[in-house]
C-alpha cells in the first residue's frame, strides 16, 4: 500500500480552479518527483497535502489514513513534513529557535537532541550559525536552515518545493546529495522541482503536471528520455 | 513564483520611507528640533526654579508610565500577531479594574489569607491579597481578551483588514455601554479601595542598605551585560544566548529604576532658602514593581518558552507556523489571553493610583498606550515599554510645567512629531521583522 495517495484531487483560489483531478501516490522509501512549468500546480498540490489550502474534492490518503480534512498540525504530528517553497524561514528567530520550532510537534527532549546533533553532522555550517537570526542567513544557507528545521520533526514522508531554487550550481549538488542521503536513512520524499534533469536523475518515478493536470507519468529515467518532457524541461533533445 | 499571502501583505504595507522628500525630511527634523528646544528651555526652567517640585513630578509621570507600559504592551502583542489594532483594548483594561472592584468591595478577598491565618500578619496579608486581586484581574481581563478574539475577530481573519478594525470600535462600544447598564458598572464615577494601605516614604525612612543593594543590582547587571557583549562579538555563543536572558532586563529594569527612585525619595533638598523632601509612596513602589515583574516574565516567556517562540514564529509566517505543526489559533489566541493578562494587571494599578472606576475609564489610558506603542514601534516590546514611559512623562510634566488642560493634546501631538522622524516608531523595524 502507498505511504502517500492522493486521488482525483481538485483544487481552486476563489474561482480559479488550480488543479483539475489530479492522482498520484508515492511508496514507503521512495523519491517521486513532481515536475512541471511555472504555474502548473505543484505548490498547490503541496500545500493541500499539508493542509494549508483546502481540496474541493477528491482524497489524501496518508499512512492508510484519509488526511484529506485533517488540520495542518495533525498532519505534522503523524511525520508528513514540508520543506516549503522560497524556504519561509522565521527571519526574526535565531538558527537555534528555527530548528526547535521544526521539532515543535515533538515532546522528547532527548530525542530532539539527537536529530539537532543529526542535522549538525548533515550541515556543520549552521552549528556556527546557530544564536545568529535566521534572516541574516545567505540565501544557500537558508535553505539549508529550511531542509534542517523540516528534519528536528523526524519525517516520515517529507514534501519539498523546489529546494534548488536560486542556489548556485555547486549548491545544487550539494542539497540533491542531501536529499538522497536523507532518502537512504529511510526518509520517502516527494521532490517538486523546475529543475528536472536533476531530479529526474535521483528519483525513482516522477510525474508531470501541467496546468493542473498530470500529463505524464512513470520510472525516473522512461521520462528522462521521453521526447516530450526533453524538449519542455530538459532544454531540447 | 507565486507570491504567497504574507509575503503580498508585507510589500502592501511597506511604508513611506523617509528618504521621499529632502525638504520634508529637514522640516520635520527643524520642527522636532525646536520643539525640542522648546521642552527643554520650558523643563529645564521648572527644575531650575524648584527642583523638588520637579522630581516628584518626574517620579508621577513614572508611576503612569509603567502602567501605560502594561496596556502597551497589549496592543504592540496583538498588532504583532494579527496586524489588528484592537481598539478594545483600553476597555479590557477597564474590565480589569472593575473585577478587581468588586473582588476587593463585595467580596472581600484581598483579606482572603487572614480568613484562613487569622493570626497572619498584616503586612503579609496585603502583600498576597494584593497578588491575589492583580491575578483575578488578570485572568478575567486575559478571559476576557480571548473571547473577545473568538466571537469578534476571528471570524473575520481572512477578510479585508478594515472589517476587524471597525468590528474592535464596535466591541469597544459594546462594552463600555454594556458596562454602562445600571445592573452592570452603572454609569458612575465609583469610589475604588485600594487593596492595601498607603504609607509614604520620605528623607532618613528608606533603609541605606535597600538603596545600596538597588545600585547593586543594577552595576552587577550592567557589568555582565557588558561582559557578555564583548564575549559574544567575539563569537561566543552562550554569550550571545545570554545576552538576550531577561534576567539580565530584570536586573538593570528593576535595580535602575527603584535605585533611581528611591534614592530621590531618600533625598533632602535645599534651594533657594526653601527645604524640600521628595517623598514616595508604595502606591507607586507597587506599581513600578509589578509592572516591572510582569515585562520581565512576558519577555521570559516570548524568548524562552515553546509558545513564545510559536507566537513570534507565526506573527512572522503563519502558513511556516502551520508547516510546523504550530497551532496557530491557539497561539494567536493566547497572544490575546497574555496582551488582556497585563491590560487587567494594568487596570488594577491604574484604579489604585486614581482611586476611582468608571465605565468609560479605558478610553483615555488605552488611547495614551495605543499612541506609546506607536511611538516605540508598533509590533516591539522594548519599544512599547520605552514609549510607555515617555508618555507618561510627557503627561505629568505637560500637566505640571505647560497648562494642565492641554496635556493630553500635548502627548497626542507628541506621536506627529515622533512619527515625522522615525516614521516606524523608535524601535520599529522594517516591515518582515515584526516582534
Ligand atoms: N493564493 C493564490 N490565489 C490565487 N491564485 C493562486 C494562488 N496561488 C496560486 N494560484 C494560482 O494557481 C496556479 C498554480 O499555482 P502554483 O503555485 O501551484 O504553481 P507552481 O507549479 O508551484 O508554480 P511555480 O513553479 O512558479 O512555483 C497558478 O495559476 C497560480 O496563479
Ligand atoms: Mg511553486
Known sequence: ?237 | MVATQTHKEQIREAPIQRRDGMILNQLSQGLFALFGLIVVYILGRALFENPGLFMQQVLNGLELGFIYALIALGYTMIYGIVKLINFAHGDVFMVGSFASFYAISILDLHRWPAWIWPGMSSTLVMIIGTITIILISMFVSGLLAVVMERFAYRPLRNKPRIAALITAIGVSFFLEYFGALPFVFTNNYITYDRPFDVTVYSAGEISPVVIGVMWGLLVISLVAYFMLRTQAKSGDMKAQAWLRHPLLQFGWLFGGFFAFVLTLAGIHLESGGKVWDLSVSNVTLVIMGASILLQVLLQFVVTQTQLGKAMRAAAYDKDAARLMGINVDLVIASTFALGGGLAGAAGVLYATAFKQVYYLMGIIPGLKAFVAAVIGGIGSIPGAFLGALIMGQTEVLSAGFISTPMRDAISFSLLIIVLLVWPQGIFGEPPGEKV
Open chain 1, 1 to 237: 500500500m502507498a505511504l502517500l495517495e492522493v486521488k482525483d484531487l481538485v483544487v481552486s483560489y476563489g474561482a480559479i480552479r488550480a488543479l483539475h483531478g489530479i492522482s498520484f501516490y508515492v511508496d514507503q522509501g521512495e523519491i517521486v518527483t513532481l515536475i512541471g512549468a511555472n504555474g502548473a500546480g505543484k505548490s498547490t498540490t503541496l500545500r493541500t497535502i499539508s493542509a494549508l489550502q483546502r481540496a474541493d474534492s477528491g482524497q489524501i490518503t496518508y499512512d492508510g489514513k484519509d488526511i484529506t480534512r485533517a488540520s495542518a498540525s495533525a498532519i505534522v504530528h503523524q511525520g508528513l513534513i514540508q520543506v516549503p517553497e522560497g524556504r519561509r524561514i522565521f527571519a526574526p528567530l535565531t538558527v537555534r529557535e528555527n530548528l526547535e520550532m521544526g521539532a515543535y510537534s515533538r515532546k522528547d527532549k532527548e530525542e530532539v537532541a539527537a536529530s539537532m546533533e543529526y542535522v549538525f553532522q548533515l550541515f556543520p555550517r549552521l552549528k556556527e550559525r546557530l544564536e545568529q537570526a535566521g534572516g541574516t542567513l545567505s540565501g544557500g544557507e537558508q535553505q539549508m536552515l529550511a531542509v534542517a528545521r523540516a528534519l528536528m520533526a523526524k519525517p516520515r514522508l517529507l514534501l519539498m518545493d523546489e529546494p534548488s531554487m536560486g542556489l548556485a550550481p555547486i549548491l545544487v549538488e550539494e542539497i540533491f546529495d542531501i536529499i538522497q542521503e536523507i532518502n537512504a536513512q529511510g526518509v520517502t520524499i516527494l521532490l517538486v522541482e523546475q529543475n528536472a534533469h536533476m531530479a529526474l536523475s535521483i528519483a525513482n518515478r516522477g510525474y508531470v503536471l501541467e496546468t493542473g493536470t498530470i500529463q505524464l507519468e512513470g520510472p525516473a529515467k522512461e521520462l528522462a528520455a521521453n521526447p516530450q518532457v526533453q524538449e519542455a524541461y530538459l532544454g531540447g533533445g
